[in-house]
C-alpha cells in the first residue's frame, strides 16, 4: 500500500511526519490487505500559525480500494497526530463497510 502526505505550508509534513503517518496507516489498514492500494493524506491548519485554536488541523484520508472508487473521510483536532489517529478511525470503519457490501 502506497501512503501519500499532502500538507499546507503551515502544518508539519516533514519526513519523520511522513514516515508516522505510513506506519499507523499500514497498522490500521493491515486487515485489509492488498485490498487498500493507497492511501492519501491532507493535512491543513485552518487557522494558519497566527491564532493557535482547539481543533484547528484537518487531516482528510482518501482511500483507494480494488476494484472500488475512493473513500473519503475527514477529522480535525488540535494536533497533527490526533487528527490523523481521528481520521484513520473513521477509514478503516468506512472501508470494512465498504468491503463487506462489496463482497
Known sequence: ????LHT??????SHPMALHLETVAQAAMAR??????R???HLSDVNSTARAGENDIHCTLD??????GA???KDQAGNAHQAIEGALRKLKRAVGVALEKHD
Open 39 to 41: 492511501i492519501e493524506a
Open 8 to 13: 499546507d505550508p503551515n502544518t508539519d509534513g
Open 63 to 68: 482511500a483507494r480500494l480494488v476494484g472500488q
Open 32 to 37: 485489509f490487505g492488498e485490498r487498500v492500494t
Open 71 to 73: 473513500i473519503v473521510v
Open 1 to 4: 500500500m502506497q501512503v501519500l
